[in-house]
């Protein structure tokens, strides 16, 4: 006889979301390369946090994992899944309330051997990393903790000192274009890839119809990242002036700037801006995932250097279909794709830099990925048609003397020969190429 939840009042709404009595959990795209990253990490007491953008798509991911348990025979009333997302749990407020329906979940089910705990937008309870820490110590239970928050109120910085540094933490992005190409049955060909640079990542945005729809659901998400998780928690009185840099990162992404560059922007345009509000709202805006921070590094000194930085946005979605009347092209488009992929699959990525013997000044390389040991050099064109294009694409990676791979990633239709040991990848293979690395 089926196990029916009669115990208590809040388990029992919670019935409908969570995989007792065979319910089948709202999945979504399985997000295999996520499930696969996460399933290496797990049978320890170290928490899984799933960090990143809001709308990413780890609320999905957390409900795929909780079905793949299942499937692999785990006992479903031995996993327990809550979410803030939904009013259900709006009893939730504080580690308390979290506490005390865990409780009841133990009482009515009494799992035995490890549960597996999942807390989907635990941002929203108050002091939920005492409930956290407590589950991922307490010997006399054996359990598995998997949150995810998307807000800055679950910034990388704090989770060190919020969860003692028992924890890896998992960045989730928009889809890839693999991802993408697999969900519109689309092939891996110029054409493909070109539709995906002018589209988005967003999971949701797959669902969606009009040019309309998905330009109003993109700005509704803007003004909620903006205004919710960045205004709300530093208490920003000018909403605009931080919407203004906002537009300028969007369409000044993949350049080398300062915040003196947008000081000294806007008191041309008679707007008075300082250098401390600035460096701020960056780095508030780079705290919510809205965007990234590429610094430069020094090739041949193997360091960071300070002054100029690029920035890159999380998804395409925020040009393409609010800004789109700037006159940027595919090449910025692609570069801002690449460095997503490359963070997409675990690298720290950089602005190279290496000195020009020719010349004595310093020329850029687009990227140097950095993963543990592995290095890797990628240098990103939109087309290479002409011997110049060819030797100022190639010139900055024959500059590199180790033997780190290098790579030219193009929308060339054409496949170009491999020249020094540098690799020509047509842009929509280049995610199965950092497959194989």
């Known amino acids: 006889m089926e ?20 319910n089948d959990i709202s999945a979504g ?40 348990m299942v499937r692999k025979g785990i006992n479903a009333e031995n996993i327990f899944y809550i979410s803030k997302e939904f009013t259900a749990f709006d009893f939730l407020q504080t580690y308390k309330d979290l506490d005390n329906l865990i409780e009841d979940y133990r009482c009515e089910f009494h799992p035995e051997g490890k549960t597996y705990i999942f807390i989907d937008e635990i941002q929203n309870i108050e002091g939920w990393e005492r409930t956290v820490n407590s589950l991922s110590q307490d010997f006399s239970w054996p359990c598995e903790v998997f949150i995810s928050g998307s807000n800055s109120n679950m910034l990388s910085g704090e989770l060190a000192s919020l969860l003692s540094g028992r924890y890896v933490e998992f960045e989730i992005l928009p889809l890839s274009f693999t991802e993408w190409a697999s969900i519109h049955s689309k092939g891996f060909t110029r054409n493909d890839y070109t539709e995906f640079l002018v589209r988005s990542g967003l999971p949701e945005m797959i669902y969606l119809g009009t040019e309309e729809v998905c330009r109003n659901y993109v700005s509704s998400l803007k003004d909620t990242i903006l205004l919710r998780d960045v205004i709300n928690r530093h208490k920003i009185r000018d909403s605009n002036t931080l919407e203004d840099l906002f537009v300028y990162v969007v369409n000044n992404a993949t350049k080398l700037f300062t ?47 300070s002054g100029n930085c690029k920035y890159y946005v999380n998804d395409l979605a925020f040009y393409n279909y609010l800004y789109k009347g700037f006159a940027y092209g595919y090449g910025y488009e692609l570069e801002n794709l690449v460095y997503l992929e490359l963070r997409r699959a675990g690298y720290d990525v950089y602005v190279g830099n290496i000195p020009s013997a020719r010349t004595g000044t310093q020329v850029e390389v687009d990227f140097v990925a950095v993963k543990g040991d592995e290095r890797i050099y990628v240098q990103v064109a939109y087309e290479i048609n002409d011997e110049a294009t060819l030797a100022r694409e190639y010139g900055s990676l024959e500059m590199i003397d180790d033997n780190y791979p290098k790579y030219i990633v193009t929308l060339d239709q054409q496949k170009l020969p491999n020249k020094d040991g540098i690799k020509h990848i047509q842009a929509w293979n280049f995610e199965n190429e950092l497959s194989r690395l």
């Open 259 to 305: 915040p003196n560059t947008i000081v000294k922007y806007y008191k041309g345009r008679g707007k008075t801006i300082n250098y401390d509000t600035v460096t701020s709202y960056l780095s508030f805006m780079t705290e919510t995932y809205i965007i990234h921070k590429a610094e430069r590094y020094n090739i041949q000194g193997k360091e960071t250097i």
């Open 3 to 22: 196990k029916v939840c009669v115990m208590f009042e809040n388990i029992k709404q919670l019935c409908r979301y969570n995989p007792w009595n065979g």
């Open 29 to 68: 795209y399985r997000r295999g390369m996520y499930l696969d990253k996460i399933a290496g990490y797990m049978e320890n007491n170290l928490v899984k946090v799933l960090t990143g953008q809001r709308r990413a798509g780890k609320s999905y991911i957390l409900r795929q994992m909780v079905m793949d």
